[in-house]
């Protein structure tokens, strides 16, 4: 991967290789000669309302988009998801689009007024509640009350500790690092990552990443000077690599970049996030300042982004790739498609790449073209949404992927695969679900020339979005166990691959099934289910909700069918609240008790061993904040939920899909005893 910035040097000095347009006539010089409707309006109403207006379920509503500041919808029209669409509009129709859509510059004051007093500013690391999303390297989201401080009985007297407004913002969708009395939080499309104090809120530090936060947050171990690893895989290099048959692994390290160590690096740990431009920043915890900044775009082509959380493990980190192509497949004029999910294993300290393993060969000319004659690519997609996990015994990494988007599919789609930790090669495979080609030109009623026919494809878009959990028995044996958003639970020998059980809850689908995955106790998988209601549906036919297995047999253990909450006004406050009351999120075991976000808004914690539900709390609200920043939740979703001392905290508020929007961290902790 290409390093764009050396150690200490900071981000802001970092070009970003995008630069406003400036339009000959500006927005607001047509609206000063007296034109009673903004020039962007029209623009806006001929190009983008079809989609943002309600004929795409997945495309951000206008409301959502009004929530984005002016260079996060420039860099979305010029290099992000809407790039094939901002290609249409002029430079002038472009700008005045932005101009129409997005929220006025928020002050840096709501940074500067939340500092810390001298008295709180220390940051300790000796004691890690949660060093990575998965709250452990088998990533189980189990944590113990040990670990965060909390225990079941603690749950039904969580009391609201402080709320923090983040402005600007229509969504939260990471975890954070928990270390000590810190929680290193990152911050959605505020563009910072924050230090916050667990007992108050106050911010320590404030790094500006320079574009929205996409990952959750990683610390590494104390790093050794030198952090490369003696062992160098043998492999082909980066360049050589196009050659490459489904899931072969690059094994050969790039050369030395800028960003090599100097002496004052040796002995510390990392903070890791990445960003929606497909960059990877490693922060100084204790100071708030980038050692070095990677761009996978550069090397990894346009489509990529970094999604899952990276892992780190014995000076090494492993960042998953989610590069596709899905967004571009809907314009008919694409040559979809291209893109390919990766993992890139670099050097913890210093950034430099160790291998490579990609799941498919780069895609070709297929020798087809669609029905308007565009020419077709392929194979793509099979993209790694997901954070890895990892198996120490076994030397193995897992990771899932997600559906191909263009054809011929290949078997490395939804997939389960275990890596080999030392150079990526494939030590085994498993297919859950094979032929699934689709891409978003098979949306709405009539599918785009892109969308492949059903003679090629079962057209589900049914991903594996969360990680596969390794988890040990009381009887010492093993299950490695993943979601689906077919609605699938999968267990595997984590040996070879070999399928134990699975369990199926509900229809799955595009915005149904297992989203970002499970978690674990030990005895039990918890299951997050996130189906629609349609229009067509009654409430009987919906199995949205949390569904319990036993890991042993498969056997269900327990499970709460998730019904609409609109009474007493709540369907003022959450628009569809009516049609999206599943559960999305990523949930996880705290001592026993499991805690789980509804896209609704509303927050649950269950007694993992029965189902009974020993809290439950209302987000979709305003709140009034520690730094009086205008706040209300929303939908819970993506990695949004954590815990580590002593407190529970919770993001609420996710714009995408047309759900609920919110700008409000929240910090619970137990309430006096009674």
Known sequence: MTIITSIHRRLTVVATGLTAAVALTTSSQLLAQGSDVHPGEDIFASYCATCHEGGDPRAASVATLRTMTADTLRFALTAGLMQAQGQVLSEPQREAVIDYLAVPPVSGEWLSENRCSDAQQAIHLDAVSLGNAGGDLRF??????????????????LELAWALGLPGIGGLRSTPVIAGNT????????EQVLALDTESGCIKWAYDAGASLRSSAALSDVLATGGQSDEQPDGQSDGQADGQADGQADGQADGQADGQADEKT?????????????????????????????????????????TGAPLYHEQRLYVPVSASGVQRGAEATHECCDGRGAVIALDALTGERVWTYYTMPPADYTGEVNSVGTRLRGPSGAPIWSSPSLDEKRGLLYVTTGENTSLPATYTSNAIIALDINNGEVRWQFQAIANDVWNMACTGREYGPNCPSADDSIIKDWDFGGAAALVTLADGSERLVAGQKSGHVWALDPDDGTLLWQQRVGDGGALGGNHWGIAVDGERVFLPISDPHYASMTDDMIDAGVHAFDLGNGEPAWEYRSRPDCADGRDLRVETCQERYGFSALPLVIDGALVAGNIDGRLFIFDGEDGDILFEFDSSQGFATVNNVEARGGSIDAHSISAGAGMLFVGSGYDRFRQQAGNVLLAFRPGQPE
């Not at 929680?183 to 505020?190: L, M, Q, S």
């Open 266 to 306: 040796g002995g510390q740990r990392l903070l890791y996030v990445s960003d929606e431009r497909a960059r990877l920043h490693a922060i100084d915890p204790l100071t708030g300042e980038a050692l070095w900044i990677i761009d996978g775009a550069a090397d990894e082509g346009v489509h990529t982004r970094l």
């Open 183 to 190: 929680v290193f939080y990152p911050a959605g499309a505020t």
């Open 140 to 157: 189980s989201r189990n944590l113990s009350a040990a670990q965060s401080g909390l225990s079941k009985a603690d749950m039904p007297r």
